[in-house]
């Protein structure tokens, strides 16, 4: 009897409250969420779609033309969509490295937000960049990279150029320069190495070109001179007035003397093997110790300098310094022999070696008895400034094959 009377009372409980629990399950299932979602964002956009206007405050007026503002609204929304889609693309394209480095594409619209340090991609996928950056921009300390992991360049950055101090290495990771950068250019105090690793260069320079004062090195590294430069070459024209003994406080390489034997005269040339340059010394009969001094510089190179251009023929010489104050056949004189005859030994120039007769006293001495004077070669000479510059070519027009300075005053 009281389990009849119970189950009474619970069938009439449930079927008091079946309908809400059908209804609450109904709401809580995922499809039903989901129509609902869907049916409602497809109602808005129906109803969005559905741009007729029904009076004039229906419009934008924009110059003469009336814009539905349903219309507007909707462009709006496309345009924003689209926007969304755009950033919501940049940012899978943004990831953070184990090290906790965030990185990004090198197009990315984030990284004009990032700051402070980053990774950034080059177009092939590798890591090109990493490092400080600034509205996008590599801006404070970071590395360059190779597409191998080689890297190129350490240290500062303005807006994606090197600026401050640096290190610029070889493809190959052997360090290049080290020392001030502006523009990406090497400005300021620096060092210049070989892709050997030994030093070059130390000293000034500007716009990427040696320029002050500086001081050279060979092969292995020892310092052979120390002076002043201009447009990636040394002065040359600063040993002209000094004795052997002031030449050889800044010249510090491997040296030969040739000397006139007493029948020829009393001249000596000395060649600065490590410069390629040899000069003419000559008694200096006004000074009381009759001292001898350098009056003539040949510089061994068929190359002129002048700023950032490299000339090798008359005629582009010609557009730098202006014509000549001398041109025509000149017999040579001992510095110009041996300038001819250290060139020829190692490849044919001019009409060949000059006929000497000398004799080696020791290895780095020789004496030279004779020598032909009627050896013949066409000579270009400039003025600019105090100083005249010879251009020795084989004949008229065409290339030279080195050049020598010389005081304005002298002959």
């Known amino acids: 009897m009281g389990n009849n009377l119970f189950s009474v009372l619970w069938s009439s409980i449930k079927s008091k409250f079946a309908t809400f ?6 709401w809580l299932s995922w499809d039903f969420v989901r129509t609902r979602v869907i049916g409602g964002i497809r109602d808005f956009f129906v109803r969005l779609f559905n741009v007729k206007p029904k009076n004039k405050d229906d419009y934008y007026t924009v110059f003469r033309w009336m814009i539905s503002k349903k219309l ?5 929304i496309i345009v924003g969509v689209i926007s969304l889609w755009y950033i919501a693309s940049s940012t899978r394209l943004f990831t953070k490295s184990s090290e906790g480095i965030p990185t990004y594409k090198y197009n990315s619209i984030m990284l004009r937000m990032a700051k402070d340090k980053v990774r950034i991609k080059a177009k092939s996928g590798y890591v090109a960049y990493e490092g400080q950056v600034s509205k996008g ?7 360059l990279f190779a597409k191998d992991g080689t890297v190129l360049y350490s240290g500062q950055f303005e807006k994606n150029q090197y600026e401050g101090e640096g290190t610029q290495n070889y493809e190959t990771g052997i360090i290049h320069y080290k020392g001030q950068f502006h523009a990406n250019l090497y400005n300021g105090q620096g060092s210049l190495y070989r892709e050997n690793g030994t030093r ?3 000293g000034g320079f500007v716009d990427g070109l040696k320029e002050g004062d ?4 060979d092969a292995g590294g020892n310092p052979v001179y120390e002076g002043s430069f201009a447009s990636d070459e040394l002065i040359y024209g600063e ?9 050889r406080a800044k010249y510090f390489g491997s040296q030969k003397m040739y000397e006139e034997s007493e029948e020829l005269g009393s001249d000596v040339v000395i060649h600065l093997e490590d410069i390629n340059a040899l000069y003419l010394a000559e008694s200096d009969g006004s000074a009381s110790d009759d001292s001898m001094k350098a009056t003539n510089v040949i510089v061994l ?5 002048s700023g950032k251009s490299e000339i090798k023929g008359i005629d582009g010489i010609k557009r730098v310094l202006g014509d000549p104050v001398y041109e025509g056949y000149s017999s040579v004189i001992l510095p110009e022999a041996v300038a001819i005859n250290i060139l020829s030994d190692k490849q044919s120039t001019l009409k060949g070696r000059v006929n000497m007769d000398s004799t080696s006293v ?3 001495d020789i004496v030279i008895r004779n020598y032909d004077q009627d050896y013949s070669v066409y000579v270009y000479t400039f003025r600019r400034g105090d100083l005249m510059y010879s251009f020795v070519c084989n004949e008229e027009g065409g290339s030279f094959s080195f050049y020598e300075i010389q005081k304005g005053g002298s002959e």
Not at 21 to 26: A, I, N, P, Q
Not at 137 to 143: N, P
Not at 239 to 247: A, E, F, M, N, V
């Open 200 to 202: 070059e260069y130390e």
């Open 21 to 26: 629990v059908s209804k609450l399950r109904m």
């Open 301 to 305: 190179s068929n190359v002129y300098r």
């Open 72 to 76: 507007a609204y909707l462009i709006i």
């Open 137 to 143: 921009y590599a801006t404070g300390e970071g590395k």
């Open 362 to 364: 020791y290895t780095d």
């Open 214 to 217: 500086g001081k050279l090195f």
């Open 239 to 247: 040993l002209l007035g000094k004795t052997p003994q002031d030449i």
